[in-house]
T-cell receptor, first 113, second 113 residues
Framework: DAKTTQPNSMESNEEEPVHLPCNHS???????IHWYRQLPSQGPEYVIH???SNVNNRMASLAIAEDRKSSTLILHRATLRDAAVYYC??????????????FGGGTRLMVKP | NAGVTQTPKFRVLKTGQSMTLLCAQD?????MYWYRQDPGMGLRLIHY???????AKGEVPDGYNVSRLKKQNFLLGLESAAPSQTSVYFC????????????FGPGTRLTVT
């Protein structure tokens, strides 16, 4: 199964942009890149996902390398509420049905006021 | 619109006891999932369902059973609890497969002594 590699932790200052990297060198052509985050004592929350092109939504931007072996989640202006564990996940079909997300260790983002 | 709810929120079991965790969603989603999260780790998929009356094994299914008798409910059963099943259990649902985000419940913290 394709795996992702993320730094264990990162720090950011409030109101500054944050770039969270993810390596997925064994990604296959049908793997989507998903990002979820988990705030303390809560269930994970969807952030963004993409296949090949860069993606933007109200929460973040996802920049995908041309060879798809790496990607970067961009939070344009970090707030204290963005302090969470961020998971980069490769999602793949389960026998043409379902959506298996294999969570790794994630990156713990700390935001300083 | 409650989203995904889980019952109970906390439970303590003795080794060998049985219990059922209930997950309910009110978003008319086809797919539902059960994950477990051990301390300091990412989530691992236990079982999943792609529709009413169907279930399938995930990454760590041993010691668990599931049922999806109604579209909105997904039950996770532990027939004979073991200390190794001490974990936080998350349920999730999604409209369809890989292109759709998963919505997670708040989790059930289970301790087996």
């Amino acid at each position: 199964d394709a795996k992702t590699t993320q730094p264990n932790s990162m720090e950011s200052n409030e109101e500054e942009p944050v770039h969270l990297p993810c390596n997925h060198s064994t990604i296959s052509g049908t793997d989507y890149i998903h990002w979820y985050r988990q705030l303390p004592s809560q269930g994970p929350e969807y952030v963004i996902h993409g296949l090949t092109s860069n993606v933007n939504n109200r929460m973040a931007s996802l920049a995908i390398a041309e060879d798809r072996k790496s990607s970067t989640l961009i939070l344009h202006r970090a707030t204290l509420r963005d302090a969470a564990v961020y998971y980069c996940i490769l999602g793949r079909f389960l026998n043409n049905a379902g959506n298996m997300l294999t969570f790794g260790g994630g990156t713990r983002l700390m935001v300083k006021p | 619109n409650a989203g995904v709810t889980q019952t109970p929120k906390f439970r303590v079991l003795k080794t060998g006891q049985s219990m059922t965790l209930l997950c309910a969603q009110d978003m008319n989603h086809e797919y539902m999932y059960w994950y477990r999260q051990d301390p300091g780790m990412g989530l691992r998929l236990i079982h999943y369902s792609v529709g009413e009356g169907t279930t399938a094994k995930g990454e760590v299914p041993d010691g668990y059973n599931v049922s999806r008798l109604k579209k909105q409910n997904f039950l996770l059963g532990l027939e004979s609890a073991a200390p190794s099943q001490t974990s936080v259990y998350f349920c999730a649902s999604s409209y369809l497969g890989i292109l759709y985000e998963q919505y997670f419940g708040p989790g059930t913290r289970l301790t087996v002594t």
